[in-house]
């Protein structure tokens, strides 16, 4: 079982093959990106659908204690890495997370996926955080399935304490990564606060 998917998150993101190197995936205009889908891909397809839809994308292993078996997907501004939490790669389920990162997006409502935290809590508030290590996550209470997250110096600096209110967020702070949780770690976030 895995532990802390910031690790994972972390490694698969800075994995060989950056963007500039990868395939895209076939372009969508706007991508959106929300709890049910990413463009055209489900969230909650199994990883053989989501291969047929992006055959550009890359099967994976992501981790630094604990390994998982991912795939990591390519757009035009948007890097979405799709990992389960097991021991191999299992085509015929789905992702238990997906992490989003780059600005080619655009969230519900039209925010883009790389917009400031004043944008974040005009459109989505009230929020839930939670401390996770060095790391914040924000869950947008109106939209369960998506996770802002923030690194602890990128988001408060130093001495704001763990439980800080969101108005203790500076406002021009931008999102570094959108997670949508799938199968069982949605109702795991669902259950921290909203």
Request: hydrophobic share 40%; charged share 15%; glycine share 10%.
């Amino acid at each position: 079982m895995v532990r802390n998917p910031i690790l994972l998150v972390m490694l698969a993101l800075s994995l060989p093959g950056s963007e500039s190197q990868a395939q895209y995936c076939p372009p969508t205009t706007p991508l959106r990106v929300g709890p049910d889908s990413i463009g055209y891909i489900p969230t909650q397809a199994p990883l053989r659908r989501v291969l047929a839809l992006c055959p550009s994308a890359e099967p994976t292993w992501v981790g630094r204690v604990h390994v998982v078996p991912a795939l990591a997907l390519s757009f035009t501004g948007l890097t979405v890495v799709a990992w389960q939490n097991r021991e191999q790669f299992v085509p015929d389920s789905g992702a238990d997370m997906w992490v989003v990162r780059g600005a080619g997006g655009v969230l519900p409502g039209g925010v883009s996926t790389a917009a400031p935290w004043r944008e974040l809590r005009k459109a989505y508030g009230p929020f839930a955080i939670t401390r996770d290590g060095d790391s914040y996550q924000i869950l947008p209470c109106p939209l369960p399935g998506l996770i802002f997250f923030v690194g602890d110096a990128e988001m408060f600096g130093d001495g704001i304490p763990s439980d800080a209110p969101p108005d203790a967020i500076a406002d021009t702070t931008r999102i570094a990564e959108v997670w949508i949780t799938a199968g069982v770690n949605r109702g795991h976030y669902l259950a921290r606060g909203c």
